[in-house]
């Protein structure tokens, strides 16, 4: 590794604090910290005080060596690792590769373990294993590659909600009091629960979730609330966020909410509350008070259903001279709210309506739905490996794209004979039916990708023949786009997505159907008003 570099200009480093000799300690630091293939002094220098001295013992044993390994490694170093031997090998390039690439897109919430850890182990097929297979039914001699990643996804997640929900001083304890009482054996279940106690912790709850239990939460943004507070008694404004979060699934997990705002000229303002846990089936408030004025809210879930962070924009501006004399309020309380009932009939590209047809000319199968061993799938559609997407369609995540708990889309540039997405719903009654397609934001209010959008062909199709749209996509909007008012037979409804143009990008994101509204019944004749 070429260090020496970077320091040929010593009078660069005289403002710094530290000087050089600071600076080349960070470079080593750096260095250290972002490596991948087992020479992480940190993470392995850990190990000393924790994995050398005993070991888990049982079904769970494996498991939470790797669990308490993170802890301690957090705590003694703040440190993370990962590493798998299976890496090393032919694919090496593209996994560096695609690292850099993730790492770029969110430096500022990622380190480059973490984006490592997104590419390999946060993979379809690893989630798949997760929410099959419990940590304790973990089978390593099965599959080896893919028991390290269920663990570097789970594990990891399981150690820092430890080391978070209890803080760090409740976590030091505990793993100490652990290994006062298994120091030179293993460690059993009941050593655990016992050096729980002993810090004043009931861990069977956390146990039988973590390690017994396949199911996640599921977090969804039912409203965002902002608005101007008085200002601080310096003088400072202040801006009140308020965030209702449900978690529509039974078990509980912890969030943390943060709360972007924008800053002329200089980074953006960061202003983050958690974590906190949301328990299953239930809602809460989360307060989050900033200096600027905000313009997105990112909900991060330890381990959930939504498969990692998720963001939304903060719609319209936020009202100046509005100022509320409300007391600021930092932190999260219960909520109520209950999903409001839609005439809407909506398929997501991660239903199990979305599929991909071949090219015409071609067999005319679908292809969703059926997993392919060849290549990593999502929901049987390929996984976008990063660069330009070509002409098959391919599954990658957007944030702002339509979801219920994950946000993705799916995206090709198939030309007007290639392959096509299909939207396939059934509906009860015919009748005129409004069309509407979803295109997910870019962050400024305009749509994704929009300088690879071009023309589309949207062919409507039921029992009694087809409808042909063409859609420009290019000056479409972010949000819902309405295609019109069709007169659809009853039975199986088909929504064919294709690029008119050669070379448009086509976003299969999600359609939204509303049904004709029911004619009021009529008074009976003579009936009194």
């Known amino acids: 590794a070429d260090f020496a570099s970077k320091f040929e200009d010593r009078d660069a ?116 294993r997760l929410l099959r297979v419990s940590l304790i039914d973990l089978e390593p001699e099965e599959d080896p590659k893919e028991a390290i990643d269920v663990l570097a996804l789970k594990g990891d997640a399981m150690a820092q909600s430890m080391l978070d929900d209890l803080g760090r001083e409740t976590s030091g304890r505990f793993l100490a009091a652990l290994l006062d009482r298994a120091r030179g054996r293993a460690f059993t279940r009941e050593d655990v629960l016992a050096a729980g106690r002993e810090v004043g912790v009931d861990l069977e709850p956390w146990l039988e979730v973590w390690l017994e239990q396949t199911s996640l939460p599921g977090f969804r943004l039912a409203s965002i609330d902002t608005f101007r507070l008085a200002d601080a008694d310096d003088g400072s404004p202040r801006y009140q966020t308020l965030v209702k979060l449900a978690n529509e699934e039974p ?51 330890y381990l959930s259903l939504n498969r990692g962070p998720f963001a939304t924009p903060i719609e319209g501006p936020v009202d100046e001279d509005a100022v509320r004399e409300d007391e600021p309020f930092r932190g999260a309380r219960p909520a109520v709210w209950t999903p409001p009932d839609s005439e809407h009939v909506v398929i997501d590209d991660l239903d199990g309506g979305f599929s991909i047809r071949a090219s015409e000319g071609g067999s005319g199968m679908r292809l969703a739905g059926r997993e392919r061993d060849d290549v990593e799938t999502d929901g049987g559609v390929p996984v976008h490996g990063g660069g330009r997407v070509g002409k098959t369609f391919v599954r990658f995540d957007v944030t702002s794209a339509h979801g219920r708990y994950r946000h993705t889309v799916a995206g090709a540039r198939p030309g007007p004979t290639g392959e096509a997405g299909v939207f396939t719903t059934a509906v009860e009654r015919g009748g005129p039916w409004r069309l509407e397609l979803h295109l997910p934001e870019d962050g400024s209010g305009a749509p994704a990708f929009a300088r690879s959008l071009k023309r589309w062909t949207i062919v409507i199709e039921d029992g009694s023949g087809t409808n042909e749209v063409e859609f420009d996509a290019g000056n479409g909007s972010a949000g819902w786009n309405d295609l019109g008012t069709f007169e659809v037979a009853s039975g199986e409804l088909h929504v064919v997505f294709r690029g008119a143009d050669k070379d448009s990008l086509v976003i299969a994101d999600a359609v939204r159907w509303t049904p004709p509204r029911r004619p009021e019944p009529s008074a009976a004749v003579g009936a009194q008003p």
Do not use: C
């Open 13 to 128: 480093f005289e403002e710094r604090e530290g000087g050089i000799a600071r600076a080349k300690v960070e470079q080593l630091e750096t260095f250290f910290e972002n490596d991948f293939i087992g020479a992480n002094p940190f993470v392995g220098g850990a190990r000393s005080f924790f994995a050398h001295q005993t070991d888990g013992s049982g079904p769970e044993g494996l498991p939470l060596d790797y669990v308490f390994q993170g802890m301690t490694a957090r705590l003694v170093a703040d440190a993370r690792g990962y590493f798998s031997v299976y890496i090393i090998n032919s694919g090496m390039n593209d996994v560096i590769g695609n690292t850099i690439r993730r790492y770029m897109q969110d430096r500022s919430q990622l380190n480059v373990v973490d984006a490592l850890v997104d590419v390999v182990a946060s993979r379809p097929s690893v989630w798949d």
């Open 251 to 301: 078990v509980g997990g912890l969030v943390t909410v943060e709360v972007l705002s924008t800053v002329p000229d200089g980074e953006d303002e960061r202003s983050s509350q958690g974590p906190f846990r949301v328990d299953g089936e239930s809602s809460v408030e989360i307060g989050v008070v900033s200096s600027r004025t905000p313009k997105s809210v990112r909900v991060e879930p």
